[in-house]
Structures are given as structure tokens and as C-alpha cells.
């Protein structure tokens, strides 16, 4: 057990005990399994991005962006919702899943759940991201919309589960998800293997831990920087804590708007982080614009958070060769409009 982490600490109230985290092994036998089923996604440098970031402060920085938002379903989730669900016996096919999501972890599931044959039910805030519950719906899931919240989602998608005998596949401790996600970062390791630092956006955790689990095994002196949105910034305030902590959730970052630090995330996170940075939903969308004029790239909020932490803390990046994940690209015609000013 880790210093400071009390055995409560270890138990989040609705997802129960924490699993331990994946290894290695279990992350190479995930890149043998997606393998052909999954985008072996660009990992690219930008010479406008690059000189964004020498404006903003960081002299001498360059940054390769690995383009999650170009994968399947427009993000990085997908690798861990196929490496969970290809591992299910016929039975577990047959009852099925059932998740509470925002959006993306959905469209993953989803996805994930059509490629293997198995039903797939998805609890989403009653508001959601139009251009994802469309993409959920065409996929074939069903989809129940309930609460205002992520969080008064994931209480409805408990019941459903325990009513059907699905399973109930949560956004964060479940150590097949985060060994799957694990293999864009070892991809990554094989096109750019000289970089510096690697930063990596963070709601439930699940990217930035896998990102440490594999820098910690195949590249010691790869530092891991998280960033969250400072309007939702529980994983954060759990890790300068040392406590899983929950916190205020009104980012308009969707894949970040996550109230609560989750056990397995945390405990890698601890063990390897070099840092974790905030920024606020202004700095997000100002390196949306970035992205979209620099880079011709199409980012949601999530996926623009690591460029924004390059761009808001320039000092920490100047002379280094900087990773930094475009985790999505689902952003809603509302959500371009606002980042464009338009
Ligand atoms: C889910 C998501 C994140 C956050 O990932 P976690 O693994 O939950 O920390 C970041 N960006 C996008 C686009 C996402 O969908």
C-alpha cells in the first residue's frame, strides 16, 4: 500500500474495491490483440504549433502530437473498450455492458460492443453532446438518458447493471482499459523515441496512468505530465494530496469533466507522475484555435488540454522535446464556434 492512501481511500463509494493496475505484459498482449483492429495513429510536428509554443514562452520547444483524435470513433478510448471486451468468455458476451459516460467511453463501448456482438447500454447526462449521442445511437447501443451529471449518470448505470446481470464498465478502474489505452503510448515510444516529456490529459486518469505504466518500464527518463481542466479538478487535487478527493466539475471539456479521483488511477499516478498542471476552459479553447489554425486539426476541449498546459506553461517545456496527446477530436459545431469566436 502506498504512504498516505487510508484503507478507505482505497475504495471509491460507487465503484468499490480497486483492481491493482495493469503490467507491461498485460499492455504488449493488448497491442497483440488490437493489433489491425485499431489506428496506428500519426504522431506529428507542426511547424506553427511549434511557433506557438516559442510565442507563448517556450523557447526551443518541439512538439510532436500523437493524433488520438484521428482513431476509430475520433478518440484514444477505443483501444481500451476493445482490449476489455474481446476478453469476455461467451457468457459475459451474452449479458452484455452497460456505461455511464459524457461521451467518448460511450462511443468506444459502443463500438467495442458491435465489433464483439455483445448488447451495450449507455447512461448519458440528460444534455449531451449531440455528435456523440448520435454517434452512440448510430452504433447501435442503447442509450438512456438520466440526471444532470456524469455523476447522477453513473448511479442509474449501477442499477441498470445490477438489475440485468450486464456489466458494469466504469471510466476508470479497470485495469483492461487502461493496459488497451496503454498502446497509443507505445506506439508513440516507437515513432518519436527521443522525446523529453509527454503530456497527457486527464479526467478519470485512465491515459495519463497507462502513459506512466509504459514510460516507467521502457523509457526511465520520459517525464509524464498531466493536465486537468481547473474548473474540474479532482484527479489533480488527489494527487497533490495523496487522498482520493472529489472537487468541483464544471468544465465544458467533456472528456474531462470527471468529480472524483479513482483508486487504481491514482495509485500509478503517485508512483511515476513528474507533474500535473491546470488550465483553465479559456486556455483550452485558445489551443482549439491552435490546433485548428497551426495544425488543421480538429480538437475537442480534451484533446486540446495538452497543448493548452505547453501554451500556458511555457517555462516548463522551453528546449524540450515535448509529447503532447490530441486525445479526441468530437467537438460540436457549438463547441468550434466558440473556441473560433464565431
Ligand atoms: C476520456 C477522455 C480524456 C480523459 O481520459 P481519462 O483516461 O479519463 O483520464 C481525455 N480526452 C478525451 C478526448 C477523452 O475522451
Not at 506512466?212 to 527518463?221: E, F, Q, R, T
Not at 479538478?233 to 472528456?255: I, K, M
Request: net charge neutral; hydrophobic share 50%; glycine share 10%.
Amino acid at each position: 500500500m502506498l504512504a498516505g492512501m487510508s484503507t478507505a481511500s482505497l475504495v471509491t463509494a460507487a465503484a468499490g474495491p480497486v483492481p491493482a493496475p495493469p503490467t507491461v505484459r498485460d499492455v504488449l498482449a493488448a497491442a497483440r490483440r488490437l493489433e489491425g483492429l485499431v489506428v496506428r495513429t500519426p504522431a506529428l510536428s507542426h511547424p506553427e504549433v511549434d511557433a506557438a509554443a516559442r510565442e507563448a514562452g517556450a523557447d526551443g520547444a518541439s512538439v510532436v502530437v500523437k493524433h488520438e483524435n484521428l482513431q476509430h470513433t475520433g478518440a484514444f478510448k477505443v483501444r481500451g473498450a476493445l482490449n476489455l471486451l474481446l476478453g469476455f468468455d461467451a457468457e459475459a458476451r451474452r449479458r452484455g455492458i452497460v456505461a455511464y459516460s459524457t461521451g467518448n467511453h460511450a462511443q468506444a463501448l459502443a463500438y467495442a460492443a458491435r465489433h464483439a456482438g455483445t448488447p451495450c447500454t449507455i447512461v448519458m447526462p440528460t444534455d449531451p453532446n449531440p455528435v456523440k449521442e448520435r454517434a452512440v445511437r448510430h452504433l447501435g447501443a442503447d442509450v438512456v438518458l438520466h440526471g444532470s451529471t456524469f455523476d447522477d449518470a453513473r448511479a442509474r448505470a449501477g442499477e441498470l447493471s445490477e438489475e440485468s446481470g450486464a456489466r458494469l464498465v466504469g471510466a476508470a478502474n479497470e485495469p483492461l482499459l487502461v493496459a488497451g489505452v496503454a498502446t497509443a503510448t507505445l506506439e508513440l515510444l516507437q515513432q518519436a523515441p527521443d522525446l523529453d516529456v509527454l503530456v497527457v490529459p486527464v479526467g478519470g486518469g485512465s491515459g495519463a496512468a497507462a502513459a506512466c505504466l509504459v514510460a516507467g518500464a521502457l523509457a526511465p527518463g520520459l517525464e509524464v505530465v498531466a493536465v486537468q481542466a481547473a474548473a474540474s479538478p479532482a484527479a489533480h487535487d488527489s494527487w497533490r494530496s495523496g487522498d482520493l478527493r472529489t472537487a468541483a466539475n464544471t468544465t465544458r471539456a467533456e472528456g474531462l469533466a470527471v468529480g472524483c479521483g479513482f483508486g487504481l488511477t491514482q495509485q500509478v499516478l503517485r508512483e511515476r507522475l513528474a507533474d500535473f498542471l491546470l488550465v483553465s476552459d479559456g486556455e483550452i479553447a485558445a489551443a482549439q484555435r491552435t490546433f485548428l489554425t497551426a495544425a488543421r486539426t480538429v480538437a475537442e476541449g480534451a484533446g486540446a488540454a495538452a497543448l493548452a498546459a505547453v501554451l500556458t506553461h511555457p517555462a516548463r517545456f522551453a528546449g524540450r522535446r515535448v509529447g503532447v496527446v490530441c486525445s479526441g477530436g468530437n467537438a460540436s459545431e457549438a463547441e468550434l464556434r466558440r473556441a473560433l469566436g464565431v
